[in-house]
């Protein structure tokens, strides 16, 4: 993950963002099996973060996936909050001018 998360600072890797969003809910929503260390979800959620913002208003369709798994395991992320919040706004903004 961490990886991943350094390697989107110079490459896009907008293409694979369901190969990569998918397996982090997983692993996330794997807590209702046993419980993940802190730290393996603190690096899920920045990789996650990473992702988001290279994506931008293309994370939309992830959101609501997202979003779910994160309700059902109380994971908050103060960071992934905000970034979901711009993205909504320029979501909801684009709506208006459509």
Known sequence: MRTIEILMDSL???DFASKIIHPLVRLLDSQK???LP????KQAMRTLCAL?????KKY???MQM???TLQRHRISDS?????VKDILDVCDSSHLHA
């Not at 960071?79 to 970034?83: E, G, I, V």
């Open 12 to 14: 896009d890797l907008s």
């Open 33 to 35: 099996d046993r419980t």
């Open 38 to 41: 802190p730290e393996l979800v």
């Open 52 to 56: 988001v913002t290279q994506l931008g």
């Open 60 to 62: 939309c369709i992830f």
């Open 66 to 68: 997202v979003q779910k």
């Open 79 to 83: 960071r992934h909050n905000a970034l």
